[in-house]
């Protein structure tokens, strides 16, 4: 989430005193509904410069296929249709992976949530009132992944379906980024799209990379700081999107019920890919404690810190591997 996580590493364009001079440039835009921060190290100026543009770049072009925001998405004509002929092969990883998570999650990761977010926003904007549990229950009707068709070539939602990528596509726009990048011969950089990072080789060629997760109920604290190089790490809270000033309505929804998950305030999740640590993180965040931790359990190389609203903090056992003592 946008502002939980802050690098602790501030980047200028610094050439470091290693062996040979390595030129860090990090740059912010906007993508994805969030900011985008990318830092990248090589050994000339011009190499980073590029890597960084192309990382951009690329969140643009997925933010262009796979934003709900946007009628002439992918998923925009998806949901305006119900059916895409010839998707992207992006748009199918996409989907492939989702419903992969609605099944390990049983069904806590939901990507066809989005009448139900449409719903809130309707209700708390226009109409100024909360949604009736009627109206929660009539529109819960039309939530069900496994409505969703990924046949030959076309895809199909069920009657009156929309989806939203909200809770995975960042993940795998970060994957995408960093691995562009690799692809140029860079080998140290960051990525971070609001607080979903992934890093690779070392910070300004001589350390790892360090995140510090802030406190959710205090911006000026932090709870821990983790070593993200070669790892990703991704947090999903309740903290920031509030409709309501009850604190009752947030975007990440529980598809059983209709209404916001409740029992926890923040999911952070580390491992491999973000891809993966993003779908995960959501799914966590809507199982709750015990569920969450069983699933992140199941899961090789995944490890989660998950605090509850009581605002204990709890990890799965390997998590303390990656944080600094
Ligand atoms: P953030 O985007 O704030 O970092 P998440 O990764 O948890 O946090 O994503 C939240 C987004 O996921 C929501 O804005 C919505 O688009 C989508 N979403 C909400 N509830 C679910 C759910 N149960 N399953 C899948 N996606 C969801
Ligand atoms: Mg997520």
């Known amino acids: ?23 860090t440039v990090a740059r912010s835009t906007e993508s994805m509904g969030t900011v985008v921060n990318v830092t990248a190290a090589a050994g000339n100026e011009e190499l980073a410069e590029r890597a ?10 997925l933010d262009a296929l796979l934003s709900h925001y946007s009628d002439s ?21 996409n989907l492939r992976k989702s419903l992969e998570y609605g099944a390990l999650s049983g069904g806590a990761f939901d990507i066809t949530v989005q009448p139900i977010l449409e719903l809130y926003d309707r ?48 993940g795998y726009a970060v994957d995408r980024a960093l691995e562009i ?8 950089a960051l990525v971070d799209a609001g607080g979903d ?7 300004e060629g001589r350390r790892d990379w360090l995140v510090a997760l802030r406190n959710p109920r205090d911006p000026r604290d932090f709870i821990t700081r983790i070593r993200c190089t ?4 991704l947090t999903s809270g309740d903290y920031e999107r509030y409709y309501d000033p009850d604190r009752k309505f947030h975007h990440i ?29 959501t799914s966590v965040f809507v199982l709750g404690l015990e569920k969450g931790m069983k699933l992140i359990g199941s899961l090789k190389g995944y490890e989660g810190l998950l605090i509850t609203h009581d605002r204990r903090i709890h990890r799965t056992a390997g998590f303390t591997r990656y944080e600094l003592p």
Do not use: H, W
Request: aromatic share 4%; hydrophobic share 45%.
């Open 1 to 23: 989430m946008r502002n939980l996580i802050l690098a602790l590493l501030a980047c200028g364009l610094i050439p470091t005193a290693c062996t040979a001079p390595l030129y």
């Open 230 to 233: 070669d790892l990703a790490v």
């Open 52 to 61: 960084v543009e192309a990382a951009f770049a690329e969140f643009r072009r």
């Open 197 to 203: 990072i992934r890093a690779m080789g070392r910070a």
């Open 253 to 281: 929804i529980n598809p059983l019920t209709g209404y916001s998950a409740t029992e926890l305030i923040s999911v952070t999740i580390v491992g491999p890919a973000a891809f993966d640590a993003d779908a995960l993180a």
């Open 73 to 93: 998405s992918e998923v925009g004509r998806l949901n305006r249709e119900g059916r895409l002929a010839g998707p992207s092969a992006e748009l199918q990883d």
């Open 181 to 188: 990048m690799r692809a140029m011969g860079v080998r140290d």
């Open 123 to 170: 209700s708390f904007r226009e109409l100024k009132r909360a949604p009736t549990d009627e109206e929660v229950r009539r529109t819960l009707r039309r939530v069900d992944y496994r409505r969703i068709q990924l046949g030959e070539g076309v895809i199909r939602l069920g009657p009156g379906q929309k989806i939203t990528l909200g809770g995975i596509a960042k």
